[in-house]
């Protein structure tokens, strides 16, 4: 396939990526072949793509390839898969079943939050596909759209503390979910066993070969920017007037990935483009992602998302498209601040009486070891428990509408299984992606060292009296960017195994672009440039200054105010 790039008069080839989404089928593929074939625990050729927009990823456990290998077996393939959660709340009863599934058929019987306000299983075998996709269903969950060239899991702001226009902002999660996943009926034909309909599938909003790229949205209500909102696609900033939402500040643009040394990539923060009244948001959202449908690159990969199209048209072109496409004109944007990111953690009473516990869970992990027994803890929760988890963008989860009778019973559980740490400030606001041993493109270790790292961390803290103040870190293993690093004060981002780039000068609220400080360090190395800046800063900040404030004030880096020229520079 290929298309012409009039301008140029260069004749480019469509990825295979392309051709892989126009021969499947409507995402068909041959998956169900795959599925009978017992000599292999993979899936081949295209369906190893396909698979994911059905929300499952093929992987192998790293820490044993060269094992196998050398025993010539085949990788130990097995299939994390992430669930679709828009908004990130599940009823607290539903979690028994995920947790039973986690424990019968996975091979790490462990639940990960995932930033983006959901979970993953990893390591589930193929013949065990059919069985996780039936117990979703059964409690009303799906994997649809999780992964892939679609609008992924959709973020909405869970701080109990704005309840009250947070019901409303959630239900908007849910609808433009909803709104944008595949048609298609090839998930329920494939891994529901539902029968073929003869119809033509049709995909009216993604079109037949779905979008150039994945995509990102969320829903915000400010002044909370836990969903880190300047790192997605599309982003719907609610605007209220007497606790009613009744309309959204538009952002476009945003994306965080970037190649190491390939200067035509560079992170990059959603930008506004207009206010717009409540009732225009589906036909909005719809005219953002068609026009990114029909204007992304679709013969590069690493140039396909939003912000690279926004780049190559213009914003002022690509905001008329969408004026044009939804019939609307785009209002000035109106008032609104964000004042932090992170989660709030402890008990809180909500507007409606009920109380709300958020838990800080190490690295997402939902596990039981011999330090703590989480996971045991928190299905004690669910099966008392009448309302709701929500899983937070920073990877925790909070314990939602509690009664007030159940209060007490639920803190009991709390205390007996120790889900409460006295951690420091700087452990709730660090963060790391996943990495090693499941993730295929992990250049360094992330999640497994993120504890190691913060402890270090904060005796430097403790050294110079830090240790009442926070710094976001952030740790993730290849510049995809997952752990969002590049929004961190201190972000470390893979570079080779045990070695990272370190980047500084990100800000609390997540609206600035962190700039890279020192390159390829050892850990030891990391440690000897962050003690020295971490003492200045304890020496020469001003009242109350933030460690990424003081060093763009210091210029131990560059500001960067446009990453496209300030990012490589
Ligand atoms: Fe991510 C790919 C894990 C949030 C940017 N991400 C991956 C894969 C699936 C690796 C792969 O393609 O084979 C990782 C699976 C590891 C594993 O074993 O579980 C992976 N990403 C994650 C999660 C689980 C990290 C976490 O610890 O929470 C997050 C899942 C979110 C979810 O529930 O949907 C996750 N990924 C992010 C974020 C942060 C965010 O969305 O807020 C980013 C940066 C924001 C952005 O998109 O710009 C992110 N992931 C990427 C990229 C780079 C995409 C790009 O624009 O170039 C890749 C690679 C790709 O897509 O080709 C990637
Ligand atoms: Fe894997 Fe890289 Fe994402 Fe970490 S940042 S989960 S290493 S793709």
């Known amino acids: 396939m290929k298309i012409n790039d009039k301008k140029k008069n260069i004749v480019k080839k469509l990825t295979d990526a392309e051709r892989i989404k126009e021969n499947s089928n409507y995402l068909r593929g041959t998956i169900i ?17 396909l698979i994911r927009f059905h929300g499952m990823y093929q992987q192998d456990d790293r820490d044993l390839r060269l094992e196998r290998y050398e025993q010539k077996l085949e990788p130990r393939h097995a ?3 992430r669930c679709r959660l828009p908004g990130g709340i599940i009823q607290a009863k539903k979690w028994l079943k995920i947790n039973d599934f986690a424990n019968k058929y996975t091979l790490y019987k462990t639940i990960r939050l995932t930033n983006r306000q959901t979970f993953q299983f990893h390591g589930i075998l193929k013949k065990h596909l059919k069985c996780v996709h039936k117990m979703l269903h059964d409690i009303g969950l799906d994997s649809l759209g999780t992964a892939n060239d679609v609008n992924r899991n959709i973020l909405c702001t869970s701080n109990p503390l704005a309840s009250l226009i947070h019901q409303e902002a959630y239900k908007w999660a849910h609808k433009i979910s909803n709104f944008l996943l595949p048609r298609t009926r090839a998930y329920a034909e494939i891994w529901l066993d539902q029968k073929k309909i003869f119809t033509t599938d049709h995909e009216p909003i993604l079109g037949k070969t779905y979008l150039p790229r994945k995509f990102k949205t969320t829903v915000v209500i400010p002044p909370y920017n836990d969903v880190d909102l300047y790192a997605n696609d599309m982003n719907f900033i609610a605007i209220a007037k007497k606790d009613k939402i009744i309309g959204f500040n538009v952002l476009i643009g945003g994306g965080l990935s970037f190649i190491h040394g390939n200067k035509n990539t560079w992170p990059f923060l959603a930008q506004e483009i207009g206010y717009i009244p409540i009732e225009h948001t589906l036909l909005v959202a719809k ?13 590069d990969r690493a140039n396909a998302k939003t912000r690279y199209t926004i780049n190559n048209i213009g914003l002022d072109v690509f905001k008329k498209e969408i004026e044009k496409r939804a019939n609307i ?23 409606n009486d ?20 989480f996971k045991s803890g ?16 920073n990877q925790n989860i ?37 990495s090693f041993p499941t993730c295929p493109l992990a250049m360094a270790e992330a999640e497994r060292v993120l504890s190691f790292f913060v402890t270090q961390l904060e005796n430097i803290m403790l050294k110079y009296g830090l240790e009442q103040e926070t710094i976001v870190f952030r740790i993730s293993g290849c510049p995809n960017n997952c752990g969002r690093s ?3 004060e201190i972000g470390l981002i893979g570079k080779s195994l045990s070695r990272y780039n370190l980047y500084i000068g990100g800000n609390k609220i997540g609206s600035r672009i962190a700039k890279i400080y020192k390159e390829n360090l050892t850990e030891k190395e990391i440690f000897f440039h962050l003690k020295y800046l971490i003492q200045v800063w304890s020496e020469e900040r001003n009242e109350k200054e933030d460690f990424g404030d003081f060093v763009i004030r210091k210029q131990f880096v560059k500001e960067i105010i446009n990453p496209i020229s300030d990012f490589w520079n």
């Open 79 to 81: 299939m994390m898969l």
């Open 33 to 49: 072949n795959d599925l009978k074939n017992e000599i292999t625990n993979g899936f081949i050729g295209d369906n190893f793509s």
């Open 354 to 373: 009920n109380w709300n516990l958020t838990l800080f869970v190490k690295n997402g992990r939902i596990c039981d070891n011999n330090n703590h027994l």
């Open 329 to 351: 004109s785009f209002e000035r944007i109106r008032d609104y601040t964000f004042i932090s990111r992170g989660d709030r953690f402890g008990w809180i009473k909500d507007i």
């Open 398 to 434: 909070i314990i939602s509408d509690i009664s007030k009778d159940k209060k007490n019973i639920i803190n009991n559980i709390v205390q007996s299984y120790k889900l409460i740490d006295n951690i420091s400030h700087l452990r709730k606001n660090s963060m790391a992606c996943v």
């Open 486 to 488: 590049i929004l961190a």
């Open 287 to 299: 005219a953002i992602v068609t026009t990114q449908r029909d204007w992304g690159n679709r013969t």
């Open 378 to 393: 928190l299905c004690e929760i669910a099966k008392v428990h009448e309302g709701n988890f929500r899983i937070t963008s």
